[in-house]
């Protein structure tokens, strides 16, 4: 297991959720939960789904098996370069010709006043989708030579950026710092295009491109472009399930009391941490040599890399879990509670948070194991075990928002985690998890998390002690 490029995935996510963070903190404190702060969250919204679907390895998924296997990779990655900027690029003029209609359908429960003030902000920020698309496209080159660093690092460009919009702005009226982020985001899109560009060029990538441009006409490459177009929809609906389901989370929760779709953001926010930290690093890093192993009939090597894996992030995602249960109202206390982010909102949000967290292990080593699917193309089989997770999200979420809230949103979508890993690990074959499990690792793990959680129960006890 290629652990340097794990860590190195995980310092960048570090990296990057530490500027997330700091750029939460000022926005909780400007905005808090409130009219113009779901505005911004709702109209960023649907850029932001796309940003992870690409981030979190949809397109790579999709993209990296059928770039390996062609015999005219210059070629073929141009043409799929292509097609993709025209329909995104005319997808965004649409958007921005018709803005009230895209917010319209993400935030049914509003009235037409808060959507007319919603619009021009998703016609601003839906332009990001195309530049993350760039970016994206440029990491999985990136990782075919296993490059990981640029990615990993860029974020911080989008969170810097906001945070220089925000302290700017910060003491100006709601809908001017509303109006700035969604600039800001931009900008942060453009940084990080321009760092991937020199990546580029200087790992000699650009000579692919170049000359895929000037042979485009001359190789036939009609077969594998067949072949990724089968594979693409199936691979990102299979590897987005996630982010579909917080995606309605937002639509259901507009119908909630105002502050909802606050509430899961925030929240969001936290869990996604040690997903992003743990589960997509290790992921993003295993799934080149888990391809080209597979590709090569070295399943023995990547099976070891799958062992390693899942005790990985057992152990890791199994420690976050614990303590943000247990600790998830001294968290939000201490991240967003000032300004005009009170104790209220704290307890609301904390509330979210600690269901969020009981989908966390389920969701990381789905994640995990689903690389399985995407490396000997079964994507229509990833696909096919999304959409009913995402159904049991949706039913689950319909049962439980009126009587609980965005909490009721929040422990929906932990359900859902649970069924995507249950029917992943049935795809996979329960003999390999069968395989894993009989180590003396297990009770070892077994141990660590118990003691683990009277330590942070006992914390937990003196910190709310303090907040009091």
């Not at 808060?114 to 760039?134: G, M």
């Not at 990547?302 to 894996?309: Q, R, V």
Request: charged share 10%; proline share 2%.
């Amino acid at each position: 297991m290629r652990l340097k490029s794990i860590f190195t995935n995980s310092f960048g996510i570090l990296l990057s959720r530490i500027f997330g963070f700091v750029r939460d903190i000022l926005l909780a404190s400007t905005l808090g939960a409130s009219y113009w702060s779901d505005i911004f969250f709702l109209a960023n919204r649907l850029p932001n789904l796309f940003r992870n679907i690409f981030a979190e390895g949809a397109f790579t998924q999709a993209f990296m098996p059928s770039f390996v296997a062609s015999s005219n990779k210059g070629v073929f990655a141009t043409a799929i370069f292509l097609r993709f900027s025209l329909f995104i690029i005319f997808g965004s003029l649409l958007v921005t010709l018709a803005p009230e209609t895209i917010t319209m359908l993400q935030a049914m429960g509003w009235s037409a006043t808060r959507i007319a003030d919603t619009a021009p902000l998703t016609a601003i920020n839906f332009w990001y989708l195309y530049l993350i698309f760039i970016v994206t496209f440029i990491a999985t080159l990136l990782q075919y030579k296993e490059h990981f660093v640029t990615t990993a690092m860029s974020t911080v460009l989008l969170n810097l950026s906001m945070i220089v919009a925000l302290l700017l702005f910060m003491r100006e009226d709601p809908k001017t710092i509303a109006y700035a982020l969604s600039i800001s985001v931009l900008v942060g899109g453009v940084l990080q295009v321009a760092v991937h560009l020199i990546a580029l060029y200087r790992l000699k990538l650009s000579r692919l491109l170049v000359g895929g441009w000037r042979y485009r006409n001359r190789k036939d490459i009609t077969h594998e472009k067949q072949k990724f177009t089968r594979l693409f929809i199936p691979a990102v609906w299979g590897g987005s399930s996630l982010q579909i389901n917080s995606f309605v989370g937002t639509i259901l929760a507009s119908f909630l009391v105002t502050g909802s779709i606050s509430y899961l953001t925030y929240a969001q926010r936290i869990f996604q941490l040690p997903l992003a930290l743990f589960a997509i690093a290790t992921a993003t890093a295993l799934f080149p040599s888990i391809s080209k192993a597979l590709k090569n009939d070295n399943e023995t090597l990547a099976y070891a890399n799958l062992s390693k894996g899942f005790w990985l992030l057992s152990f890791a995602l199994g420690m976050a879990t614990v303590g943000g249960v247990i600790l998830a109202e001294p968290i939000i206390w201490l991240l967003f509670e000032r300004g005009a982010f009170d104790s209220q909102k704290s307890q609301a949000t904390a509330e979210v948070l600690s269901l969020f967290m009981l989908g966390l292990l389920p969701l990381g080593l789905s994640k995990l194991f689903s690389l399985f699917l995407y490396a000997t193309y079964r994507q229509g089989k990833a696909a096919m075990i999304a959409t009913i997770s995402v159904l049991i999200n949706i039913l689950a979420s319909l049962l439980l928002m009126h009587p609980m809230g965005a909490s009721g949103l929040a422990l929906a979508g932990s359900i859902g985690g649970w069924v995507l890993f249950g029917l992943t690990l049935k795809e996979v074959g329960f003999g390999r998890i069968i395989t894993i499990l009989h180590s003396k690792n297990s009770y070892y793990l077994l141990l660590t998390l118990t003691l683990f959680a009277l330590l942070m129960y006992q914390l937990n006890g003196y910190v709310m002690g303090v907040m009091r």
